[in-house]
């Protein structure tokens, strides 16, 4: 089996991928960043340890004849909330955080610009600028949800999180195995925030800033037919 690189921007929906990939015993990487621009989490000693272990691993497996790279693109304004949620530590203290409330986190949220522009410039800043890969001179297949992309050694299936789960058969054709059945894995139930977060996604109403800069991105059109679009979007109109 040839190497398997997850490499996408953080909160995905990658984690049941990732667990099957271990599970089917792949030669696997799960990054979100290569370069150190950007980041959504400031470098501390220790991620940075990780971080050059990965960027080595992930520079080795590009030397190989061949490599498997996949990527996700998820409906942006959940993907933020989600990021954001999994990210309190650096936004509020230990204490801060025993008190927290929906209209704490709310203001917060609204301020805070860390995450805000992943969803438009991670493949620009990320996947294209490291592997060579413009995604957006591709035509994205938007009814399959799907796109493969090969460029010398690399094989790129690009996804929308939304239709990984009716994509088993194209995913053991792309890995070159007989099967590959997906293991779901739903780690927000056991998050010590839940109930905050449960809430947060029911009550948050966005500005239109916000929707205009998530919901008209070049990064959206290319995923997501225009009536897909105002669907996702429609949902945080209604509160």
Same mark, same amino acid.
């Given at each position: 089996?040839?190497?398997?690189?997850?490499?996408q921007?953080?909160?995905?929906?990658?984690?049941?991928?990732?667990?099957t990939?271990n599970?089917?015993?792949?030669?696997?990487l799960h990054i979100?960043?290569?370069?150190?621009?950007d980041?959504e989490?400031?470098?501390?000693p220790?991620?940075?340890?990780l971080k050059l272990k990965y960027?080595l691993?992930l520079?080795?497996?590009?030397?190989?004849?061949?490599v498997?790279?996949?990527?996700?693109y998820?409906?942006p304004?959940?993907?933020?909330?989600s990021?954001f949620?999994q990210n309190?530590d650096?936004?509020?203290? /230990?204490?801060?955080r025993? %008190?927290l409330? @929906?209209?704490?986190l709310? &203001?917060? *949220?609204n301020n805070?610009f860390r995450f805000h522009?992943t969803p438009?410039?991670?493949?620009?800043?990320?996947?294209n600028?490291?592997?060579?890969?413009?995604?957006f001179e591709v035509?994205?297949n938007?009814e399959t949800?799907y796109?493969i992309i090969n460029?010398?050694n690399?094989e790129?299936?690009?996804?929308t999180?939304?239709k990984?789960?009716?994509?088993?058969?194209e995913l053991?054709?792309?890995l070159?195995?007989?099967?590959f059945?997906?293991?779901? /894995?739903n780690?927000g139930? %056991?998050?010590? @925030?839940?109930d905050?977060? &449960?809430? *947060?996604k029911?009550?948050y109403?966005?500005?239109?800033?916000?929707l205009?800069k998530?919901?008209?991105s070049k990064?959206i059109q290319h995923?997501?037919t225009?009536?897909?679009?105002?669907?996702l979007?429609?949902k945080?109109l209604?509160?």
């Amino acid at each position: 089996m040839y190497p398997v690189v997850l490499y996408q921007m953080g909160k995905v929906g990658s984690s049941s991928l990732k667990g099957t990939l271990n599970h089917y015993k792949f030669k696997s990487l799960h990054i979100h960043r290569y370069y150190f621009n950007d980041n959504e989490r400031p470098i501390n000693p220790k991620p940075l340890f990780l971080k050059l272990k990965y960027n080595l691993t992930l520079n080795r497996f590009l030397k190989e004849k061949k490599v498997k790279v996949i990527t996700f693109y998820r409906d942006p304004l959940p993907r933020n909330i989600s990021s954001f949620f999994q990210n309190l530590d650096i936004y509020f203290s /230990k204490k801060e955080r025993k %008190n927290l409330t @929906y209209d704490i986190l709310e &203001k917060k *949220f609204n301020n805070s610009f860390r995450f805000h522009d992943t969803p438009n410039n991670w493949f620009d800043l990320e996947l294209n600028k490291r592997l060579g890969i413009n995604i957006f001179e591709v035509p994205f297949n938007k009814e399959t949800g799907y796109t493969i992309i090969n460029k010398d050694n690399i094989e790129l299936l690009i996804c929308t999180t939304n239709k990984i789960n009716t994509l088993e058969k194209e995913l053991a054709e792309f890995l070159e195995v007989e099967e590959f059945k997906l293991i779901h /894995k739903n780690i927000g139930d %056991n998050k010590w @925030y839940k109930d905050l977060y &449960k809430e *947060f996604k029911e009550r948050y109403k966005p500005s239109q800033a916000m929707l205009d800069k998530l919901y008209n991105s070049k990064t959206i059109q290319h995923f997501f037919t225009q009536k897909t679009i105002e669907e996702l979007k429609s949902k945080w109109l209604v509160k």
